[in-house]
């Protein structure tokens, strides 16, 4: 039986799209990791959130950490993303807010140890204006904050100005 070349050559192109194998991340830097994979997403997601498309940040977020399973050294993107969907979500950035679902996820990545997470819950329980005030709360979580910001070398992750803020919030609570 006679197959044409063209047919022959149709069907291996629709069976290796299928397959996945062009489903590569579209990053410049990442462009040899599947679509797929945390490193993706995040990035994604972080270069979505720089250029203000805030709600393509939250459906790259939205992806990794609804992922099933994530490899142990890679874990760090999906606790990055939990605290950066908690900011989206509690600003209301791309998405609707929701200030209960953020913190949630400020609870969960503060417990995975995201040290900026225990900083936004530090802030969301520590404002008089947010309907999440609440100064006993703010003040353990602004303690935890200034004791992992206090941790980390010093210039990374815009720990002084960050700590600063923390001090503040400390300072004031501690007088109601």
């Avoid at 203000?52 to 977020?61: C, E, I, K, Q, R």
Wanted: net charge positive; aromatic share 14%; with cysteine.
């Amino acid at each position: 039986m006679y197959v044409p070349k063209l047919l022959i050559a149709a069907l291996l192109f629709v069976f290796s799209a299928a397959s996945g194998a062009a489903d590569m991340c579209k990053l410049d830097k990442l462009k040899s990791v599947p679509a797929n994979d945390p490193a993706c997403y995040f990035y994604s997601g972080t270069a979505s959130f720089r250029g203000g498309n805030y709600s393509d940040a939250a459906a790259s977020w939205t992806k990794l950490v609804s992922l099933k399973s994530v490899p142990v050294d890679l874990e760090h993107f999906r606790t990055s993303a939990y605290n950066n969907l908690g900011y989206l979500y509690f600003f209301g950035r791309g998405v609707k807010k929701d200030k209960t679902l953020a913190i949630q996820y400020w609870n969960y990545a503060t417990r995975a140890g995201n040290e900026e997470s225990a900083y936004h819950l530090c802030h969301a329980y520590g404002e008089k204006n947010e309907p999440t005030y609440n100064p006993k709360i703010a003040l353990t979580y602004c303690k935890e904050a200034l004791r992992r910001y206090n941790q980390l070398p010093k210039g990374g992750e815009g720990g002084s100005d960050v700590v600063r803020q923390i001090n503040a919030y400390i300072a004031r609570l501690e007088k109601i």
